[in-house]
């Protein structure tokens, strides 16, 4: 299982609370980021992302159209705030500083969830309190690829384990409808026997095999299975 510290981007650049909004869209633009932690003497205080910066009064989107009874919903402490984030040229007015944060052996699901949970797309990950790096969505992209293995020629005695190892992961899978269908290999060629009741179904059991390693093709001969009416 992958962790933190296998896919974070270090934490090369970051800001402070007496830095300015100028400062942090210059950094985000130099160095092709879309967020930065704010930090005050090694302490994490907050981060700014790009999301922060979008109600600006530098490019006219600070004010922007409210019905007048959400104007009165949010009263006047919550309209204040908002023109002091669109206005101010200070980090700590703009920051969020309810910032969610991870440790280097937080595991990469768990950073799935967070992500997923809290609506964000990066998340600092701290050692001993200090930020040594970010996992932000990009780096869980790039660990797609970077867990690609080349595909190698099935060899004949590899049949049998192929055909053991599709046999167990469609055991463990609760979408398997039908259990009296079969699964033969030869020479890396996958055939599915017997029926199907879903094409969804199918398809995953398609995807299920294509990762296994070895398998170089798949021949499906299931029928799709017939479900009287009063079954649905």
Same mark, same amino acid.
């Given at each position: 299982m992958l962790i933190a510290k296998d896919i974070m981007s270090p934490s090369a650049v970051s800001v402070g609370l007496d830095s300015t909004v100028a400062d942090v869209a210059d950094i985000l633009v130099s160095h092709k980021i879309s967020g930065v932690p704010v930090i005050d003497r090694g302490v994490l205080c907050g981060i700014v992302s790009e999301g922060d910066l979008l109600r600006r009064m530098e490019i006219g989107t600070d004010r922007h159209f409210r019905p007048w009874w959400l104007r009165l919903f949010k009263g006047n402490a919550i309209l204040a705030a908002d023109y002091i984030k669109a206005h101010s040229v200070h980090v700590c007015d703009v920051m969020?500083?309810?910032?969610?944060?991870?440790?280097?052996?937080?595991?990469v699901v768990e950073i799935i969830d967070l =992500?997923?949970?809290?609506?964000?797309?990066?998340?600092?990950?701290?050692?001993?309190?200090?930020?040594? &790096? /970010? $996992?932000?969505?990009a780096d869980l992209v790039k660990a797609?690829?970077?867990?690609?293995?080349?595909?190698?020629?099935?060899?004949?005695n590899d049949d049998n384990r192929i055909r053991?190892?599709?046999?167990?992961? =469609?055991r463990s899978e609760s979408w398997l409808s039908e259990e009296n269908s079969t699964v033969t290999?030869?020479? &890396? /060629? $996958?055939?599915f026997w017997g029926a199907y009741i879903t094409d969804e179904e199918r398809k995953a059991s398609h995807i299920l095999a294509e990762n296994i390693a070895g398998v170089r093709a798949i021949d499906d001969h299931r029928t799709p299975l017939a479900i009287p009416y009063g079954m649905m």
């Open positions: 969020t500083s309810d910032v969610v944060t991870v440790t280097e052996t937080t595991t =992500l997923e949970r809290k609506n964000i797309r990066r998340v600092p990950v701290l050692r001993n309190g200090q930020v040594v &790096g /970010i $996992v932000c969505r797609i690829l970077a867990s690609e293995t080349p595909p190698h020629p099935a060899e004949m053991a190892e599709i046999q167990a992961a =469609l290999v030869q020479n &890396g /060629i $996958v055939t």
